[in-house]
């Protein structure tokens, strides 16, 4: 995980990104992201949690990897390198989008147009999930905002998250998501599980119904993300569901975390600046699904192992 600045990456491994500098960018971008995760949403069978539907962070950008369709597949990848929407299809078909400034109701017209060359018909959910105010994709002219290189931090943040999430996923042998990217709250998340079901969950996400909650909650976990909002250059979370008692008192590092509102927030400027970025992450991950281990009283012999070991001869 050690490595130097390049000209070519255009910034550092974990760039400065403040919030205010770029939430008209950050919020038009999250509805794109949002329409591309429906069109995955509507060809992908259902899998437990959704765990059909998030995007994956890719060598240049977010990936919808394959989607089914029909016979075929297809896939679509926000490129944030050349900064265009690529959709291929594994018939040799092709198309691109400028990703530039323009309204979501523009970006909307154009994808869809471009699917409907390549023979993908689909119906798509054009209401957006997870947010206060929903406008309708077709008819969004509101956000219309795209600045190239606060994408391009943006997803290099991703990247030095997924790294440190990647490792700290492997160290697991219980049931674990991949490292994903959730369009609907646009936050890159892993999660664990104990193997025992939860109590029901209330649900009340914005714009979204119940019974999507009560899939994705399902079972007692342990969940950790990065979130480009809140403090001043977004922020790593860790909680747990249910929350076990003497959760939010377990004594988490590094120093920076705190614990607000249901979960632990650690500042992404805090670890941004550290001497050991990553050594800062890990800490955080390890000591909060701790938290949430310890205190639910999780099976954490048959959970954890190392994964030098798995990968060695026995």
């Known amino acids: 995980m050690n490595g130097t600045s390049t000209r070519t990456e255009r910034g550092p491994h974990w760039p400065e990104l ?10 038009t971008l999250h509805m794109w992201l949002q329409l591309v995760g429906k069109i995955k949403l509507a060809c992908q069978p259902m899998i437990n949690h959704w765990w059909q539907v998030p995007l994956y962070v890719s060598a240049r950008g977010l990936t ?3 989607v089914p369709y029909y016979d ?5 990848e926000f490129d944030f390198h050349e900064h265009r929407l690529l959709i291929r299809r594994s018939d040799g078909g092709r198309r691109e989008i400028a990703l530039t400034a323009r309204t979501v109701a523009d970006f909307y017209r154009e994808t869809m147009a471009a699917l409907d060359e390549l023979g993908i018909r689909l119906t798509v959910s054009r209401t ?3 947010v206060v105010r929903a406008l309708p994709f077709d008819t969004d002219t509101e956000h219309a905002s795209y600045e190239p290189d606060k994408a391009w931090s943006f997803w290099r943040q991703l990247l030095c998250a997924h790294r440190v999430f990647s490792d700290f996923r492997s160290s697991f042998i219980g049931k ?14 892993v999660t664990r599980f104990s193997g025992r079901e939860a109590p029901r969950h209330p649900g009340g996400a914005p714009n979204c119904g119940d019974w999507v909650m009560v899939e994705g909650y399902s079972h007692e976990l342990s969940s950790c993300g990065f979130w480009p909002g809140g403090g001043a250059e977004g922020a790593f979370y860790a909680y747990a569901y249910p929350e076990p008692p003497g959760f939010d008192r377990y004594p988490v590092g ?8 249901g979960e632990f927030l650690l ?10 970025p990553e050594r800062m992450l890990a800490e955080f991950l390890r000591t909060t699904y701790e938290a949430a281990a310890e205190c639910g009283g999780w099976d954490r012999r048959a959970l ?3 994964p030098k070991r798995r990968a060695s001869a026995r």
Do not use: C, K
Request: hydrophobic share 35%; no cysteine; aromatic share 14%.
């Open 254 to 261: 590094p120093a920076a975390a705190y614990f607000e509102q």
């Open 128 to 130: 957006p999930n997870e």
């Open 176 to 189: 674990v998501s991949p490292v994903h990217f959730f369009w609907g709250a646009m936050d890159l998340a």
């Open 64 to 66: 919808t990897d394959s």
């Open 72 to 76: 075929d597949v297809f896939d679509i």
């Open 267 to 276: 500042p992404y400027e805090d670890v941004r600046t550290a001497s050991s």
């Open 304 to 306: 954890e192992d190392d």
């Open 18 to 27: 403040r919030v205010e500098d770029w939430s008209d960018t950050r919020d």
